[in-house]
Nanobody, 127 residues
Framework: QVHLVDGGGGLVQPGASLRLSCAFS????????MAWFRQAPGKEREFVAAISRTSGDTLYADSVKGRFTISKNGAEDTMYLQMYSLKPENTGVYYC????????????????????WGQGTQVTVSS
Protein backbone atom coordinates (compact mmCIF):
# COMPACT_ATOMS: atom_id res chain seq x y z
CA GLN A 1 0.00 0.00 0.00
CA VAL A 2 1.40 3.40 -0.99
CA HIS A 3 1.98 5.73 1.92
CA LEU A 4 2.80 9.45 1.70
CA VAL A 5 4.09 11.51 4.61
CA ASP A 6 4.37 15.23 4.07
CA GLY A 7 6.17 17.71 6.29
CA GLY A 8 8.25 20.85 6.45
CA GLY A 9 5.49 23.36 7.09
CA GLY A 10 5.64 26.12 9.64
CA LEU A 11 4.95 29.72 10.54
CA VAL A 12 6.97 32.21 8.55
CA GLN A 13 6.92 35.91 7.72
CA PRO A 14 6.08 37.23 4.27
CA GLY A 15 9.06 36.98 1.94
CA ALA A 16 10.50 33.94 3.70
CA SER A 17 11.21 30.50 2.21
CA LEU A 18 10.17 26.98 3.12
CA ARG A 19 10.82 23.55 1.67
CA LEU A 20 8.07 20.96 1.97
CA SER A 21 8.83 17.27 1.67
CA CYS A 22 6.74 14.22 0.81
CA ALA A 23 8.22 10.85 1.74
CA PHE A 24 6.92 8.00 -0.43
CA SER A 25 6.80 4.29 0.48
CA UNK A 26 5.00 1.11 -0.54
CA UNK A 27 5.51 1.32 -4.30
CA UNK A 28 7.86 2.21 -7.13
CA UNK A 29 8.41 5.94 -6.67
CA UNK A 30 9.60 6.58 -10.22
CA UNK A 31 6.34 5.15 -11.54
CA UNK A 32 4.24 7.86 -9.93
CA UNK A 33 3.18 11.29 -11.12
CA MET A 34 2.80 13.55 -8.12
CA ALA A 35 1.50 16.96 -7.12
CA TRP A 36 1.01 19.47 -4.33
CA PHE A 37 -2.35 20.97 -3.42
CA ARG A 38 -3.26 23.62 -0.87
CA GLN A 39 -6.44 23.98 1.16
CA ALA A 40 -7.21 27.20 2.99
CA PRO A 41 -9.86 27.32 5.74
CA GLY A 42 -13.34 27.20 4.27
CA LYS A 43 -12.07 26.70 0.73
CA GLU A 44 -11.71 23.82 -1.65
CA ARG A 45 -8.40 22.13 -2.26
CA GLU A 46 -6.56 23.98 -5.03
CA PHE A 47 -3.74 23.00 -7.34
CA VAL A 48 -0.22 24.27 -6.64
CA ALA A 49 2.22 22.21 -8.72
CA ALA A 50 2.54 18.83 -10.46
CA ILE A 51 5.40 16.71 -11.77
CA SER A 52 5.54 13.76 -14.14
CA ARG A 53 6.87 10.43 -13.00
CA THR A 54 10.27 10.98 -14.60
CA SER A 55 10.44 14.63 -13.45
CA GLY A 56 10.74 15.76 -17.05
CA ASP A 57 7.55 17.76 -17.03
CA THR A 58 6.18 20.15 -14.45
CA LEU A 59 3.12 22.39 -14.15
CA TYR A 60 2.51 25.28 -11.79
CA ALA A 61 -0.45 27.37 -10.78
CA ASP A 62 -0.07 30.88 -12.18
CA SER A 63 0.03 32.33 -8.67
CA VAL A 64 3.23 30.43 -7.77
CA LYS A 65 5.15 30.44 -11.06
CA GLY A 66 8.67 31.70 -10.59
CA ARG A 67 8.48 31.35 -6.79
CA PHE A 68 7.87 27.62 -6.22
CA THR A 69 9.79 24.64 -7.56
CA ILE A 70 8.54 21.05 -7.48
CA SER A 71 11.04 18.20 -7.69
CA LYS A 72 11.43 14.48 -7.13
CA ASN A 73 14.48 12.70 -5.73
CA GLY A 74 14.46 9.06 -6.79
CA ALA A 75 17.37 8.16 -4.52
CA GLU A 76 15.39 9.33 -1.50
CA ASP A 77 11.87 8.42 -2.71
CA THR A 78 10.90 11.95 -1.76
CA MET A 79 9.15 14.81 -3.50
CA TYR A 80 9.85 18.41 -2.58
CA LEU A 81 8.22 21.81 -2.95
CA GLN A 82 10.70 24.66 -2.57
CA MET A 83 8.82 27.86 -1.84
CA TYR A 84 10.39 31.32 -2.05
CA SER A 85 8.98 34.81 -1.47
CA LEU A 86 6.03 33.47 0.46
CA LYS A 87 2.89 35.59 0.68
CA PRO A 88 0.00 35.51 3.17
CA GLU A 89 -2.23 34.05 0.44
CA ASN A 90 0.01 30.99 0.35
CA THR A 91 -1.28 30.06 3.81
CA GLY A 92 -3.05 26.71 4.08
CA VAL A 93 -2.61 23.01 4.57
CA TYR A 94 -0.42 21.54 1.84
CA TYR A 95 -1.07 17.98 0.68
CA CYS A 96 1.14 15.84 -1.50
CA UNK A 97 -0.71 13.46 -3.78
CA UNK A 98 0.34 10.71 -6.14
CA UNK A 99 -0.86 8.26 -8.77
CA UNK A 100 0.79 5.59 -10.79
CA UNK A 101 1.06 6.05 -14.54
CA UNK A 102 2.62 4.22 -17.46
CA UNK A 103 3.39 7.44 -19.30
CA UNK A 104 6.52 9.50 -18.74
CA UNK A 105 5.23 12.95 -19.63
CA UNK A 106 1.87 13.31 -17.90
CA UNK A 107 0.78 15.11 -14.79
CA UNK A 108 -2.60 15.98 -13.35
CA UNK A 109 -3.92 19.21 -11.83
CA UNK A 110 -7.16 17.93 -10.29
CA UNK A 111 -7.05 16.49 -6.76
CA UNK A 112 -9.51 13.72 -7.66
CA UNK A 113 -6.96 12.40 -10.17
CA UNK A 114 -4.76 11.15 -7.35
CA UNK A 115 -5.77 8.16 -5.21
CA UNK A 116 -2.99 8.65 -2.67
CA TRP A 117 -2.33 11.68 -0.48
CA GLY A 118 -0.44 12.62 2.66
CA GLN A 119 -1.82 13.86 5.94
CA GLY A 120 -1.07 17.50 5.15
CA THR A 121 1.38 20.03 6.55
CA GLN A 122 0.36 23.50 7.72
CA VAL A 123 2.00 26.56 6.18
CA THR A 124 1.19 29.92 7.74
CA VAL A 125 2.58 33.13 6.26
CA SER A 126 1.97 36.03 8.58
CA SER A 127 3.74 39.06 10.00
Amino acid sequence: QVHLVDGGGGLVQPGASLRLSCAFSGGYFNGYAMAWFRQAPGKEREFVAAISRTSGDTLYADSVKGRFTISKNGAEDTMYLQMYSLKPENTGVYYCEGRTTQRNNVYYSRPESYPYWGQGTQVTVSS
